[in-house]
């Protein structure tokens, strides 16, 4: 078989090569990726293009939490995909029911609607809230509540809704009736959540903001007023759900019930799948038609998602997941007091870490992540003064030692150069 390209040459049969270079040269420039270039990955390694190991404590921003190519996930998907690809809405099909029974077995919901991101989780939640306002109170009732700093995705809902208005630059008009209040301030959330709010969404762990938990007052507070108010309440879990942080999702940990939750990042392990969960009273509001994707819960990814459940869902692996955090902050604690002038706390919740960069080092904590790189350590930033520290939850104390020993070694080596 021949394949041509647009002039009308014959395409080489082997693959083209392709570097860091190639990127600048065909991809539209929405990312400044690393020149390193990840061509293979096993549980936390990953091998570059020039062979060269590097340990990996992003998992992909909180993705892979079981692990690169992880095995029992790989058997699933490949046998899967020799047994049913996709179908369309018009037939349903038994991977998506499985994973469906065991997600609302396994929390507060009683009803999935399936995607394929966080973003797209998140917009169904927030349409949903919108509609469920509308037909029980009135079109008056649409204004959503939403933290300074959050991230609930890239679509133009979801940016507008994200407290970070950087991504809304230059994409006006913006959907309407969303106002942003400081995170953890329960008075400010007490001020704003008023008669005509829908929803009020919020990340019980902020991710891309900087690493912040909630505290546990503010989210029974908000769980009090939206009561109050007749507004629902989302827990955005995109980030922290699904183990991150000890428990399956972060509510249970808290002890505060959303009315609806969103998954997505390490649902799939890297499967691109995302969640949103809720009660058969809230998801009644959807009928045939009002909502929809063409991929969503499909048999390839409700198939990886359902193994990811069930690995994740036992107490053996979140009573893992709770020691290896201990362990990682330890860690991560002896950092700082060896450094005291480059970090000025350790700060989150299980294994979604963050390293605050101290006065000094303000708006430097991209030069660690490359300092680190350097080393052969992977690590994520979460704004300008946070390291991001998640690795997969299958993380090793070998691994966890190795992380530390690499990560001084980066310091220092910042700090020769300075
Ligand atoms: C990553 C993230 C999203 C967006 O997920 P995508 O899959 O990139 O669309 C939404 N909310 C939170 C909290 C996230 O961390």
Redesign the pocket.
């Known amino acids: 078989m021949t394949t041509l390209d647009k002039n009308g040459s014959n395409l080489a049969a082997k693959p083209a090569i392709v570097t860091r270079k190639t990127f600048d040269q065909v991809m539209v420039p929405t990312y400044a990726p690393s020149q390193v270039v990840p061509v293979r990955g096993s549980g936390l390694d990953v091998w570059d293009q020039e062979g060269r190991r590097y340990l990996d404590f992003t998992a992909g921003?909180?993705v892979t939490s079981l692990g690169h190519t992880n095995p029992i996930l790989a058997d699933a998907l490949c046998a899967q995909a020799r047994t049913i690809w996709h179908v369309c809405n018009l037939y349903t099909n038994e991977p998506v029911l499985r994973l469906a029974l065991a997600l609302t077995q396994a929390t507060f919901a009683d009803r999935a609607f399936f995607c394929n991101?966080?973003?797209?989780a998140?917009e169904a939640a927030f349409k949903l809230a919108r509609k469920y306002a509308s037909d029980k109170f009135g079109p008056k009732k649409s204004r959503i509540i939403s933290c300074l700093q959050s991230?609930?995705?890239?679509t133009l809902f979801?940016v507008s809704v994200g407290g970070q208005p950087k991504y809304t630059e230059g994409y006006a008009p913006l959907p309407e009736d969303i106002d942003h209040i400081p995170f953890n301030n329960i008075d400010a959330a007490r001020a704003a959540i008023t008669d005509d709010v829908c929803a009020v969404v919020v990340?019980p762990v902020q991710?891309?903001g900087g690493v912040i938990p909630a505290t546990p007052e503010y989210l029974q507070a908000l769980r009090q007023i939206c009561d109050e108010k007749n507004a629902l309440l989302i827990f955005?879990e995109?980030?922290?759900g699904m183990g991150r942080t000890g428990t399956l999702f972060s509510y249970m940990d808290y002890g505060v019930t959303p009315d609806i939750l969103?998954a997505?990042?390490a649902l799939g392990n890297g499967y691109p799948i995302?969640a949103m969960l809720t009660t058969v009273e809230i998801a009644k509001t959807f009928s045939v038609g009002s909502h929809g994707t063409t991929y969503g819960g499909n048999p390839l990814a409700a198939t990886v998602a359902l193994k990811v459940l069930e690995i994740i869902n036992t107490p053996e692996f979140l009573a893992r997941v709770n020691h290896a955090s201990e362990q990682l902050q330890k860690t991560l604690r002896g950092i700082v007091a060896d450094y005291p002038h480059v970090f000025a706390e350790v700060r989150g919740k299980g294994l979604l870490l963050g390293l605050v960069m101290a006065d000094g080092y303000k708006g430097r904590s991209k030069d660690v992540v490359n300092a680190a790189e350097a080393q052969g350590l992977m690590l994520l930033v979460a704004g300008m003064d946070v390291v991001r520290i998640v690795p997969a939850l299958i993380v090793s104390d070998r691994q966890i030692d190795e992380a530390g020993k690499l990560l001084r070694q980066a310091v220092d080596a910042l700090l020769k150069s300075a």
């Open positions: 921003v909180a991101s966080g973003a797209e998140n991230f609930h995705g890239r979801t990340e991710g891309e955005d995109v980030q922290c969103t997505a990042k995302g």
